[in-house]
């Protein structure tokens, strides 16, 4: 136990930090004695004040300030008869407390600043609990009261008992005799902002100080039942009601209060094991609730808020739903922009006025754009399927390219022409004239709209109006690829050249020759070009300089898709494979066998890559490792050649010459279900060409032999929308 300090061999006073709520005397003895020590100890105080007596009028201006300051004054008077080392502990029973109404020493220079308290809180309730323990091994329990007493000179109470402590037998001469005298002073709050009582009281003259500021000391619980009261439970509740108490309950819980620590620690071991499985639950029920913390709203808003970092939004949402504090830390706009960045969703939403918490608190944008994010993703793959809308043109041409951005469909066709649609509307807003042959391939950026046809022309519209902006001449025969990228386009031709081209003036910048057949793919990304063609090679190239850097061989038959993301190329061809090159030395780094046709299309994004094939399956690849992570097949799969695909971040989307139009999970590569089944599927219906955008699917559907009219299917997954 750690002892108040005490200065040896006078009688100088000294602090005694940490009680702030009492006035008493502390008698610290280790051999039984006369009372008269106690008495003469009382008249040392009362002679050194009466020394003092003169500055009694400079002290009490002073203890009026300190009174607003809110400062706490102790006073430790020692007398000590011989050498001893104040360090050391007593003797058990020795550190007692006492407190009475019977004697007041009137002093007015007692209530002098002599010194402040340096004790921590954590120092103050060790020590309760050490008095708590001492006091309950002395034979009677000790009564603190207080009693007002008012006197021209001051007000200052000095309590002592000697009732039922038999002091005439406790104190010996030579024995260390601690009086400690603490006064009041203002403190509303604590260090831990925890509220006291206050004992401020304001001036009303030199010597004013209300007793009623003078309050018991409160002790800190030392067992369950006192933590329980402390934290505001009824010890009644936990009380078992099947019947009266067994006898004897009063003398066993006598014996187990007498044991030691250690001795109490065994003796629950044994009971604990002794009990039956109903009865541990019970006490697990009456104790854990004492134990938890809320430790989120006790630490600080930066560190709670890095916590709720590493929760998985359905988490966060959960916890948002525990309490009010939770709920504004789960709504943080940085944490849930965050949990947008690794979902991919790269905008916020506009929130619109909502019902708030409490004054300043706001609802995350990023929060609602996860929100919605959510929610289309659910009606993807579980929402209902309304009646899609249907754009009918063309007549019974093929559409044999298709784009789509934001509100605006553009599909292309082989009468000639292209179509501008309204994805809201389901109109045919306009239709873009000009190809004398038939429309093969298209790019679109916002409202340009890019062409190019077997008239061996490429064409740049405008299709907010319809308006061909430039015609570009340049290519031998049809234009059957072209690869679009900020204000420049590339395009293959069955010429085997590639040609450069400028959108906003129309200029052609650069030509491209190596290829000794048609190029049938290309890719571009503003630095390099890669293109693919029916001499099985893979050519990447330098546009400014015109010059090839590569030529990548392996390929044995014609190539027919390409994916580029500026650091592998990844190319598919008839002969079955897919083959993946570093584009800096050219080298092949992984060939990927598995399919059994053509390779009709791919889509790269990071290091996953989606191939769907003639042979009617999907597979999705890592790149990286030459891994096949999935194969889309089993019941469900496609019934014939896979058209045209696309993948999100956790779905894939294919069609295929069945009619159909199928979903996917891309991280298990299990079917979801069909977004698009054609009644002619089957019997000549087919789907061409799909586009999908967050909330949107496009598929452009028709027939070869007019079992299925040739016509747009729209399907919305954005409920929003639809109520809109």
Known sequence: MKQDPVTKGDNKATSCPGRIDSIGVMMLAGTPSSASTLSSSISSISSSSSLQEERRKGDEELICREEEEGEVVSVSIVTIAEESCPSEPFGPGAHVEVAANESAVRDGDCRSKTSQSTQTEEEEEEEEEEMAEDESDHSALLQEEEEEEEDDEGRNQVFVSDDNLGLSDSLTPGTPTLLNIKMKRKLDHGPDVRPFSSGKKHCKGSNYLSPSSL??????????????????????????????????????LHTFQAWSGSERLLALDDLIDSCESNQVKHMMQVIEPQFQRDFISLLPKELALYVLTFLEPRDLMQAAQTCSYWRILAEDNLLWREKCREEGIEESLVVKRRKTLKPGFLHSPWKSAYVQQHRIESNWRTGDITSPKVLKGHDDHVITCLQFCGDLIVSGSDDNTLKVWSALTSKCLRTLVGHTGGVWSSQMSGNIVISGSTDRTLKVWDAENGECLHTLYGHTSTVRCIHLHDKQVVSGSRDATLRLWDVDSGECLHVLTGHVAAVRCVQYDGRRVVSGGYDFMVKVWDPETETCLHTLQGHTNRVYSLQFDGAYVVSGSLDTSIRVWDVVTGGCVHTLTGHQSLTSGMELKNNILVSGNADSTVRVWDIRTGQCLHTLQGPHKHQSAVTCLQFSRTLVVSSSDDGTVKLWSLATGEWIRDLVALQSGGSGGVVWRIRASNTRLVAAVGSRNGTEETKLMVLDFDLTDNQK
């Open 215 to 252: 309050v018991p000391f409160q002790t800190t619980p030392t067992t369950f039942g006192d933590l329980r009261a402390a934290n505001g439970h009824s010890a009644q509740r936990r009380r078992v009601t099947s019947g009266p108490p067994p006898s004897g309950l009063q003398d066993w």
